[in-house]
């Protein structure tokens, strides 16, 4: 029975000798990875970083515009769809796609023959009505001598009145048909009503085409505008006269524009606003070409900072900013954002501590820097 509990305590002993020895090493092991964490925060501490002066901003007060994104498709303010006003086959119409016309040149003609001779059926039946008109007219200038001198009573005079005013009504009715006769004959005439560039060819010559017929479309590219949906939320802020600039899709070129009419009422369903912007003529620009930009609608002076600079790889956004040549970060609450300097700006307000004018800030191209670590700028040789 001793012997037993011998064993059972020498058992005991090696046991608590184990585990003891176990957490000497895992005691070890921590304290040899706190030594080599703190030597290379202290390494990394220890190192200087060399920045360039591009790498560096300053945070002043500008005067920044809040810019509100907009697109749309241009459209020439003046444009005419030529269409047949008679019907008839097609004839004279040389004009293509890209040709250039003047204000009342004729771009196409319609086969006159049949008004032709509808004007002169026309002017006939004038003619035969002047005739009744002359007939009447001398039997009343009888009528009224020989009822001056008592042969015939008044009812023969008011007999042939009657006759002399239906045969002027008759010769003005023909009249009327004539000028309906000419005018569809000038009808036959496609005119231009307006100078600028075909647009669209619609028919070819030959064809026959009924009346109101699209022949082609003529467009004036000296005046272009742009119609663009504002949302609700933004549209209270847009003013007519204000500017925008403006790029075509696909394209560098670059136009500016101006508001020039908003449109009173909001669109069905997505409650946006249209707005009218026109552009100033561009050899670049043609109808139907989409572009998008940015219109400028209010400008703010407040302290800003390049929208790159701050930095969001943290929950909180924050800047890196130069405190007695170590590198600082601080968190910021970020405001209006809007174009100052050919740039983005974001205006921003420290968090915790305060961001004033002259501050230098690490710009994005300097990346993301340990707090604490130092910097040097790099002599720029002359």
């Known amino acids: 029975m001793k012997s037993y509990l011998r064993r059972a305590l020498l058992a005991i002993v090696i046991l608590a000798a184990a585990f003891g020895a176990y957490r000497w090493n895992l005691q070890r092991k921590a304290a040899a990875q706190v030594t080599a964490a703190s030597t290379e925060a202290a390494k990394l501490v220890a190192q200087t970083l060399e920045l360039a002066p591009s790498d560096v901003v300053v945070a002043q007060t500008l005067t920044m515009t809040q810019d509100l994104p907009v697109s749309g498709t241009l459209k020439a303010v003046n444009s005419a769809m030529v269409k047949a006003r008679v019907a008839g086959e097609l004839m004279d119409f040389t004009l293509r796609e890209g040709d250039r016309v ?226 600082r970060h601080m968190t910021v609450s970020q405001g209006l954002r809007g174009q100052a300097q050919a740039q983005e700006m974001v205006a921003v307000t420290g968090v915790g501590a305060t961001l004033t004018e002259g501050m230098q800030i690490l710009s994005a191209s300097s990346g993301a820097v340990r707090e604490g670590t130092k910097v040097k700028f790099t002599t720029v040789k002359p």
Request: charged content about 20%; glycine content about 6%.
């Open 102 to 327: 003047q204000q009342g040149q004729v771009v196409a003609r319609i086969d006159p023959t049949e008004y032709l001779a509808r004007q002169r059926q026309a002017q006939r039946q004038v003619d035969a009505a002047l005739a009744q008109v002359e007939v009447a007219q001398k039997q009343f200038d009888n009528n009224k001598a020989l009822v001056d001198q008592g042969f015939i009573s008044k009812t023969a005079l008011d007999t042939s009145l009657f006759n002399l005013n239906g045969a002027k009504a008759t010769h003005l009715a023909a009249v009327a048909a004539f000028d309906v006769a000419r005018k569809s004959v000038d009808d036959t005439s496609l005119k231009a009503p307006l100078s600028g560039l075909i647009a669209q060819r619609l028919a070819q010559p030959g064809e026959r085409v009924a009346l109101d017929a699209r022949i082609v479309e003529i467009v004036d590219l000296t005046q272009l505008e742009v119609e663009a949906a504002v949302p609700p939320a933004d549209a209270a802020q847009v003013r007519i006269g204000q500017s925008a600039s403006l790029t075509l899709e696909g394209s560098t070129t670059s136009v500016k524009a101006r508001v020039l009419r908003i449109n009173p009422s909001a669109q069905a369903g997505s409650r946006s606003v249209l707005m009218y912007l026109g552009v100033q003529a561009h050899p670049d620009l043609r109808q139907g070409l989409f572009v998008q930009g940015q219109l400028a609608t209010t400008a703010v002076s407040t302290l800003a900072v390049p929208v790159t600079s701050v930095r969001t790889d943290k929950p909180q956004p924050y800047v890196q900013w130069i405190d007695n040549g170590q590198v």
